[in-house]
């Protein structure tokens, strides 16, 4: 694959360089396990899924380093009791051999899960990820109470794919979601694909509440629009949102079917101006995670 030149939207919004939160790096027998789930998607989801950048660790990232990506996540999550620690495990050299990675974590309600998410935090790690509808799991599982209070209490964003999309879980909707921040008001939450497709329901809880924001994920883009196009009249509520830091870019890297440039370009289109287009592509990522412009 031909190396890419870097994204357009650095240079003319004057930024350092395209902060990432929902990008994944997992071990090879993962990733080879997810890539051969879409491979089936037609009949997991009903549409093709083809993987955009099936590339081996190092060449994938070179491709995000081309971009300008300076700050990226290895979103990790489990679907099953006694993976989510192998994963941390792994995730902990990951980010040490790769300065410009956020060293990402993940839970799943289990026996122990409290020591390993405190093995997590103390080993440094920046940000957690849980997936509702693969893990098939409540957010308000008894287990998890003393987790949320842990990581509410030590102010570490969890990216949450909690949204019905592309297909509805027993857990997905903004229902569990809702439910649990009102628990735990100060956890801070990062809504994976921007909720979809229920968009409104989950901009009302970033409105609602100051720790609980959204990322562009796969949103915007032609593939999502077949699938559950963004409203109109939630614009204006989005330019809201993301003006004031409340919206983060997320490519999904590399379990994509086109190209990162178009995830970019989805979100420019959206013609909502140069401000929300600093803060959705560096400020509110940096801002949250304390970046720095070289970093």
């Given at each position: 694959?031909?190396?890419?030149?870097?994204?357009?939207?650095?240079?003319?919004?004057?930024?350092?360089?395209?902060?990432?939160?929902?990008?994944?790096?997992?071990?090879?027998?993962?990733?080879?396990?997810?890539?051969?789930?879409?491979?089936?998607?037609?009949?997991?989801?009903?549409?093709?899924?083809?993987?955009?950048?099936?590339?081996?660790?190092?060449?994938?990232?070179?491709?995000?380093?081309?971009?300008?990506?300076?700050?990226?996540?290895?979103?990790?999550?489990?679907?099953?009791?006694?993976?989510?620690?192998?994963?941390?495990?792994?995730?902990?050299?990951?980010?040490?051999?790769?300065?410009?990675?956020?060293?990402?974590?993940?839970?799943?309600?289990?026996?122990?899960?409290?020591?390993?998410v405190a093995e997590a935090i103390e080993a440094g790690t920046r940000v957690f990820k849980i997936h509702l509808q693969v893990g098939a799991f409540d957010p308000r599982h008894e287990l998890l109470k003393p987790v949320w209070a842990?990581?509410?209490?030590?102010?570490?964003?969890?990216?949450?794919?909690?949204?019905?999309?592309?297909?509805?879980?027993?857990?997905?909707?903004?229902?569990?979601?809702?439910?649990?921040?009102?628990?735990?008001?100060?956890?801070?939450?990062?809504?994976?694909?921007?909720?979809?497709?229920?968009?409104?329901?989950?901009?009302e809880l970033a409105d609602r509440y100051e720790n609980v924001r959204l990322d562009t994920t796969m949103a915007f883009t032609d593939f999502m629009n077949r699938l559950a196009s963004f409203p109109e009249e939630l614009m204006p509520?989005?330019?809201?949102?993301?003006?004031?830091?409340?919206?983060?870019?997320?490519?999904?890297?590399?379990?994509?079917?086109?190209?990162?440039?178009?995830?970019?370009?989805?979100?420019?289109?959206?013609?909502?101006?140069?401000?929300?287009?600093?803060?959705?592509?560096?400020?509110?990522?940096?801002?949250?995670?304390?970046?720095?412009?070289?970093?």
């Amino acid at each position: 694959m031909t190396q890419p030149g870097e994204l357009e939207v650095i240079a003319r919004l004057g930024i350092p360089g395209v902060a990432d939160v929902h990008s994944h790096f997992m071990p090879r027998v993962v990733m080879d396990k997810v890539w051969t789930y879409f491979d089936d998607a037609s009949t997991n989801y009903g549409i093709d899924w083809p993987i955009e950048y099936r590339e081996d660790e190092q060449a994938r990232l070179a491709i995000l380093r081309g971009l300008g990506v300076r700050s990226f996540t290895s979103m990790i999550y489990a679907h099953k009791p006694g993976m989510a620690a192998w994963l941390n495990q792994w995730a902990v050299q990951f980010a040490a051999e790769h300065s410009d990675c956020l060293h990402t974590s993940t839970f799943y309600p289990e026996d122990g899960v409290v020591d390993y998410v405190a093995e997590a935090i103390e080993a440094g790690t920046r940000v957690f990820k849980i997936h509702l509808q693969v893990g098939a799991f409540d957010p308000r599982h008894e287990l998890l109470k003393p987790v949320w209070a842990l990581i509410a209490q030590e102010q570490i964003p969890v990216v949450i794919h909690c949204g019905s999309g592309p297909v509805p879980g027993s857990f997905t909707g903004p229902g569990p979601t809702a439910e649990l921040i009102a628990a735990h008001p100060d956890l801070s939450l990062v809504i994976a694909h921007m909720g979809a497709p229920e968009y409104g329901d989950f901009l009302e809880l970033a409105d609602r509440y100051e720790n609980v924001r959204l990322d562009t994920t796969m949103a915007f883009t032609d593939f999502m629009n077949r699938l559950a196009s963004f409203p109109e009249e939630l614009m204006p509520k989005l330019q809201t949102a993301g003006e004031r830091g409340d919206v983060l870019f997320g490519s999904d890297f590399p379990n994509i079917p086109y190209s990162y440039e178009h995830a970019a370009a989805a979100v420019t289109q959206l013609g909502l101006g140069d401000e929300f287009e600093r803060q959705v592509f560096w400020g509110a990522a940096a801002a949250l995670f304390g970046l720095e412009p070289r970093g």
